[in-house]
């Protein structure tokens, strides 16, 4: 299983075995984490499966004690039947995605395969480690339809991922309608990279892209990069721009050539009508505003913006989250900093500032949590400035030591992050993030007394025959004995 529960035990002679007959039981308010658990059993068993109030053959239960945390669970397999047990719906949830591993991989099967349905007995006390178990998908470098993110998140949330980052605006194209300012869209989502034709989600494609986030418990979080990799906004008003000339539209991959006019006043009316849309449209509590490799706005004006853009996203109510150069000067309280960095002792001072400030982290060092790195030299897709990652490499390192003198406390959890300038469809994307992602989603759920490379290389190869069943083109890593 992935990731590796808390506490697991075996009942050696009990084995659950699901039959024609069996019922789902819930109680009302839990209703649609039944009926969707139910969907996917009936279209791969073809049994009726009807879902009742109150107990069944599997029971999904919220009114577990509070001590099983926001997002923990019990479950528990016997001859009988299964029971999984939570104090919220979010903990249900993510109790169903561990029962959806322990049943065999052609449970997920979208057509009716044969039985035997059995799960070995066992019994399951699981929380997670760390909040923030995030990926991100870069929709600006190539645009990613409605659609397709959902199948994304259908595929990372089997995972126990709970945020997803959406980078929603760079150089290259403007994904996310404002009302306001609607040539971003117009035109500066008109295209990708390459030049092929973009894409953006109106309102209502955004709102139902979080709705389906929400119901697989993950909450969006939107970024707006500034005040580089803005091309695609300067392209598309020119007054952003100093001197009122608006550039052409950008669709190769180059970075740190594009700026915001820090000390135009047009800038804040921009971001004002920018974040104040943008939040209108997050229910969760977190905004991201970039901030990185604003590598040709001048450092002193650099340090003059941050907190002006930062007060905006306070003004409409949420949190600042930040690539981890935002550090560099004051941040306003409960910011989240995203450290990006290698081995680069640059990185890892901005980190430590964050912290000093008060700002809490979370982890996506691009030597290891970056989805977009090539795995070795000859893979086909991805970029390798911070190096070739391994699933080994990937997995083996721990989020509470990685950075030094920055206490565990200080992290709130680990983030993968996908940069889409070389992956221009879904398939190329799974590539690059299966194997991996498992690993990263285990670092921030499980306790790191699980965390070991040999056993974990062992669960990862049962994954294999799920992604068969499930259609994810994943990369067979040679390090991993595939059944
Ligand atoms: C980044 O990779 N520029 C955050």
Redesign the pocket.
């Known amino acids: 299983m992935i990731p590796q529960p808390t506490a697991q035990q075996a009942l050696p002679d009990e084995t659950f075995t699901l039959l024609s007959d069996a019922t789902i039981g819930v109680d009302e308010q839990m209703q649609t984490i039944a009926d969707n658990l139910a969907a996917q059993l009936r279209r791969s068993t073809g049994f009726a499966l009807p879902v009742q109030q109150g107990t069944g053959t599997i029971t999904l239960s919220a009114n577990g004690p509070e001590s099983l945390g926001a997002e923990g669970y019990e479950l528990r397999a016997d001859a009988s039947g299964v029971t999984i047990t939570a104090a919220t719906a979010e903990g249900l949830f993510r109790g169903v995605t561990t029962l959806r591993q322990l049943l065999p991989a052609k449970a997920e099967a979208g057509s009716e395969q044969d039985g035997p349905w059995e799960v070995a007995g066992t019994t399951i006390s699981d929380s997670p480690r760390y909040g923030y178990r995030g990926v991100m998908l870069d929709v600006s470098r190539h645009f990613f339809t409605v659609d397709q993110v959902k199948h994304f998140i259908d595929l990372v949330s089997l995972y126990k991922i709970n945020r997803l980052h959406l980078h929603l605006s760079d150089d290259q194209g403007w994904r996310i309608q404002v009302d306001t300012w609607p040539r971003l869209t117009e035109h500066g989502g008109s295209q990708q990279v390459g030049g092929s034709a973009g894409g953006y989600y109106t309102k209502a494609d955004y709102a139902d892209l979080v709705q389906y986030a929400a119901e697989h418990y993950i909450t969006v979080v939107p970024e707006i990069d500034t005040p580089g990799h803005t091309n695609a906004a300067l392209a598309s008003y020119p007054e952003l721009n100093k001197g009122d000339q608006a550039p052409d539209l950008y669709t190769e991959t180059e970075?740190g050539f594009s700026s915001l006019t820090i000390d135009k006043d047009v800038t804040y009316a921009f971001l004002d009508d920018v974040f104040r849309e943008v939040a209108e449209q997050t229910p969760g509590d977190l905004l991201h505003l970039g901030g990185?490799?604003a590598h040709s706005t001048p450092h002193s004006e650099y340090l003059a913006f941050v907190p002006k853009a930062a007060e905006l996203v306070v003004k409409y109510g949420k949190r600042v989250m930040g690539?981890h150069e935002i550090a560099d000067g004051p941040l306003p309280a409960g910011t989240v900093v995203q450290y990006?960095g290698t081995e680069d002792p640059k990185a890892q001072v901005l980190a430590q500032q964050a912290v000093e400030q008060g700002a809490t982290l979370v982890l996506s060092p691009?030597n290891r949590a970056?989805l977009d790195m090539k795995y070795h030299e000859e893979t086909p897709l991805g970029l390798q400035w911070a190096g070739l990652v391994s699933v080994e490499q990937s997995y083996s390192w721990n989020p509470a030591t990685l950075l030094p003198n920055v206490p565990a406390s200080a992290i709130d959890g680990v983030e993968a992050?996908l940069?889409t300038e070389t992956l221009d469809d879904l398939e190329k994307v799974e590539f690059m993030v299966f194997p991996r992602l498992p690993g990263i989603a285990e670092l921030g759920w499980s306790p790191e007394s699980a965390l070991d490379w040999t056993t974990y290389r062992d669960r990862l190869a049962e994954q294999g025959p799920r992604w068969e069943v499930l259609g994810v083109n994943f990369y067979r890593a040679p390090e991993i004995d595939w059944r």
Request: glycine share 0%.
């Open positions: 970075v990185d490799e690539w990006w691009a970056y992050p940069w």
